[in-house]
């Protein structure tokens, strides 16, 4: 008799795990369970949808027939609430439960709310579901003014929403420069000048005391720690993730910020595997517990989660160099691996929007950031995979034009 799959969380993670398990077990009973009430679709695109320029359908990636073609169950709008690692059950909100062979913990994470007065007013608004999206977009559409928060990855697509949607906002910012993490001013002064062109003014040194709304619970506005006030009808924050893991309490499944895997996706829990944005698995590469925020490894971590459940072996390992871009200007954006977790850094500035940074630590590249020109990726992505000891040749990497042929022979080769 085929096993029993039961998948919490129909993103990226989750539907790529269900399509896997099909294709290597037609006999398998697979079931995928969503506390959201639609299929997957294409987060990294809902911000298309909010600034105005894409209407809903490109965004789904299935429909439900995908699923009933495939046979496989899909569970919308459906909450879990607790996992009962001994008796191999899935219980739910409204009181069912799914016994499992295999389990697929894939719940993603859901946006940490800014923890001072009035953050739940009307008009503030966190980014993360097709829903978050709509609401974001009407909201955005009616506002002359709006205040961003959150200088990251996902701050700066509520930004560029509020260009794109003629709210001229303030993005306050605590700090000198955006992303203070994996840029400098050098590079972060190419993207503040293509905010302000977008109408969006940088605030340095910012950050919230409290919102202030009107007698309905309207949000109007904010106060920073500096007392300067802001107008804003329309608010978006993106401070961080916290992990769905709360129904995950008395589980056994060893937690820390999200879920502890090995290579193989595999849990502490015989029969419990994890994938996506809530893993925090071992990297092969670095040699130590990593977190990847993105759609292209979360996407791989289904797949090879999917394997590994059906496969009874621990086959297929996670081996993979993200990458996530923004495209919100006239240039090009790529933040690739881990570029904030060097002991060493080295950049350089080409042009007025064409900027590089490189993240060393134990002497190999571990990431970086590319703002203007993105040719050299995957020669700095090949680096990590052969995690070759190159901080020693920093000139030879920041040359316009990367040359790994030009790299010291004795540069160590330590695997593949
Ligand atoms: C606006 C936006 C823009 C982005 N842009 C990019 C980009 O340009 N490039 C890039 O690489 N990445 C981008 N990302 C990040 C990328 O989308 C995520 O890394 C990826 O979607 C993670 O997939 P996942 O399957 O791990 O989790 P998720 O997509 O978060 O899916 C988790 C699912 O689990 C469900 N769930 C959670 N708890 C429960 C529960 N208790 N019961 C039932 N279901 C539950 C959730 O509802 C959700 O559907 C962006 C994200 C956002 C929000």
């Not at 007392?227 to 893991?245: H, K, P, Q, R, Y």
């Amino acid at each position: 008799m085929s096993a029993s799959h039961v998948i919490i969380g129909d993103g990226i993670a989750g539907s790529s795990a269900a399509e896997t398990i099909r294709e290597e077990d037609p006999d398998a009973d697979i079931t995928v369970i969503t506390e959201e009430g639609e299929a997957l679709y294409n987060r990294i695109l809902i911000k298309e949808f909010a600034k105005g320029k894409l209407p809903e359908a490109p965004i789904s990636i299935h429909e439900e027939d995908w699923y009933a073609e495939r046979d496989i169950d899909l569970e919308l709008n459906t909450v879990v609430t607790e996992v009962d690692t001994d008796a191999k059950e899935v219980h739910t909100y409204d009181g069912d439960t799914y016994e499992y062979d295999k389990l697929l913990v894939a719940t993603g994470g859901t946006p940490t709310q800014l923890p001072v007065d009035n953050a739940d007013a009307e008009g503030i608004h966190h980014f993360w579901t097709f829903q978050d999206a709509r609401a974001i977009r009407e909201s955005a559409e009616e506002a002359d003014t709006g205040i961003v928060v959150g200088a990251g990855l996902l701050g700066i697509d509520l930004a560029a929403i509020c260009g794109a949607q003629d709210v001229e906002a303030n993005y306050l910012m605590r700090g000198n420069c955006w992303w203070r993490y994996a840029l400098t001013e050098d590079g972060a002064e190419i993207i503040h000048e293509a905010l302000e062109e977008n109408g969006v003014t940088p605030v340095f040194d910012s950050g919230v005391d409290h919102f202030t709304t009107d007698d309905d619970g309207h949000v109007t506005g904010a106060v920073d720690p500096n007392g300067e006030e802001f107008d804003g009808e329309f608010v978006g924050v993106a401070i961080g993730l916290n992990f769905n893991t709360e129904f995950l309490e008395g589980s056994g499944l060893e937690l820390d910020d999200g879920i502890v895997t090995d290579e193989y996706m595999q849990t502490n829990v015989e029969d419990v595997y994890a994938a996506g944005d809530i893993t925090r698995f071992y990297d092969t590469i670095l040699g130590e517990q990593a977190q990847n925020g993105a759609w292209g490894s979360a996407k791989e971590q289904g797949a090879v989660a999917g394997k590994n459940m059906v496969a009874d072996a621990e086959e297929e390992e996670f081996r993979w160099v993200s990458s996530y871009s923004i495209t919100h200007f006239d240039f090009p954006f790529l933040s690739f691996g881990h570029p904030t977790i060097g002991d060493e850094y080295a950049e350089r500035k080409y042009s007025d929007s064409e900027w590089r940074r490189i993240a060393f630590k134990d002497g190999k590249v571990v990431g970086g950031v590319l703002i203007g020109d993105l040719a050299p990726q995957s020669k700095f992505k090949q680096l990590i995979r052969e995690e070759r000891e190159v901080g020693d040749q920093k000139e030879v990497l920041l040359e316009q034009s990367v040359d790994l042929d030009k790299l010291d022979a004795s540069a160590e080769v330590e695997s593949e």
